[in-house]
């Protein structure tokens, strides 16, 4: 049996690195499902829209890490204030956060990047 990146769980496509995943047409990024006490342990949520299946499912974060060093270092949200504004709660909010003591910024980052699609900078992080 051969390991791949993900699976589709509706049709059983499957992509067998991330870059293929990132960068097929049919997959789209739809939110980020946060989890304040273990951010490595929420989710990202993506669509196969593609004709024949139109399945929603998750991928865990910590399948993304290479894709931001820095991440590591993330152990808990920092609660929302007057020094956090909340985006990361807000699953629909795929942009990065300017806040620069957030500790979901390297989540965001990520997501910046996979909403990007740019192949020559995940690339360039895969190796």
């Known amino acids: 049996m051969s390991t791949c990146f993900k699976e589709c769980p509706c049709c059983h ?3 067998k690195e991330l870059t293929d995943f ?3 047409s049919y997959i789209e990024l739809n939110g980020h499902q946060a ?5 490595l342990e929420g989710y990202f949520v993506f669509t196969h829209s593609k004709p024949t299946c ?3 499912f998750l991928v865990q974060i910590k399948e993304f890490l290479y894709l931001n060093s820095d991440i590591v270092t993330i152990s808990k949200f920092i609660p929302i204030s ?3 504004l909340g985006t990361c709660k807000d699953p629909s909010n795929l942009k990065e956060c300017s806040n ?3 500790k979901a910024k390297q989540i965001k980052k990520i997501l910046t990047i996979i909403n990007m699609r740019d192949k020559a900078i995940i690339k360039k992080l895969d190796q």
Do not use: I, V
Request: glycine share 0%; hydrophobic share 25%; with cysteine.
């Open 13 to 15: 496509e499957q992509w």
């Open 22 to 24: 990132a960068f097929d």
């Open 35 to 39: 989890n304040a006490e273990s951010p």
């Open 54 to 56: 139109l399945s929603t």
């Open 82 to 84: 007057k020094e956090c």
């Open 100 to 102: 620069p003591h957030c």
